[in-house]
T-cell receptor, first 109, second 115 residues
Framework: RKEVEQDPGPFNVPEGATVAFNCTYS??????FFWYRQDCRKEPKLLMS???SGNEDGRFTAQLNRASQYISLLIRDSKLSDSATYLCVVKHNFNKFYFGSGTKLNVKP | EAGVAQSPRYKIIEKRQSVAFWCNPISGHATLYWYQQILGQGPKLLIQ????????DSQLPKDRFSAERLKGVDSTLKIQPAKLEDSAVYLC?????????????FGPGTRLTVL
């Protein structure tokens, strides 16, 4: 079983739509959780950390459900510039990071 | 603050040739990672260093890949000999092993094409 699993998509949505991605992880002892964004032919960049209480950054909301071992990312009012691949990342002890395969988002005009 | 530096950015070689990649992490980051990312997949960890010691190299194909971080700062990753399936982006990342919420930062990657 993979450490981190994501729906690869693609999610094709119109501008202004709300879209949500989920991610599941297998290790209940996972320490911390992140969403990264990766543009085509670029390196992954941190989008936001995910806290147990849930957190919001502008149009982006991340939530963590430790009991069910899943993480979600909600994007409201989608922009063309949100088109990218979103990587779910889980951190274990000893600074070990595990990546999902990514969910591709295409925002259409 | 300077980010993670990598070179070269692109490399094209023929199979059975050798290639080396270089990474300079963010200053003060004790943990350094090399990942392989194949198109359409998430990054796969090849090797993780803590200072100049190896923490995890369980997914490094040791018959052809090697990596070192002799002084606990810069690192090199070598492939010898290269195979067609090694065509990928090789990403270097670093992190400061402080709290559980500290994350990692990536360099721009080296795109390797093996012909």
């Amino acid at each position: 079983r993979k450490e981190v699993e994501q729906d690869p998509g693609p999610f094709n949505v119109p501008e202004g739509a709300t879209v949500a991605f989920n991610c599941t992880y297998s290790n209940s002892a996972s320490q911390s959780f992140f969403w990264y964004r990766q543009d085509c032919r670029k390196e992954p960049k941190l989008l936001m950390s995910v806290y147990s209480s849930g957190n919001e950054d502008g149009r982006f909301t991340a939530q963590l459900n430790r009991a069910s071992q899943y993480i979600s990312l909600l994007i409201r009012d989608s922009k063309l510039s949100d088109s990218a691949t979103y990587l779910c990342v889980v951190k274990h002890n000893f600074n070990k990071f595990y990546f999902g395969s990514g969910t591709k988002l295409n925002v259409k005009p | 603050e300077a980010g993670v530096a990598q070179s070269p950015r692109y490399k094209i070689i023929e199979k059975r040739q050798s290639v080396a990649f270089w990474c300079n992490p963010i200053s003060g980051h004790a943990t350094l990672y090399w990942y392989q990312q194949i198109l359409g997949q998430g990054p796969k960890l090849l090797i993780q260093f803590q200072n100049n010691g190896v923490v995890d190299d369980s997914q490094l194909p040791k018959d052809r890949f090697s990596a070192e971080r002799l002084k606990g700062v810069d690192s090199t990753l070598k492939i010898q000999p290269a195979k067609l399936e090694d065509s990928a982006v090789y990403l270097c990342a670093s992190s400061f092993p402080g709290t559980a919420t500290d994350t990692q930062y990536f360099g721009p990657g080296t795109r390797l094409t093996v012909l």
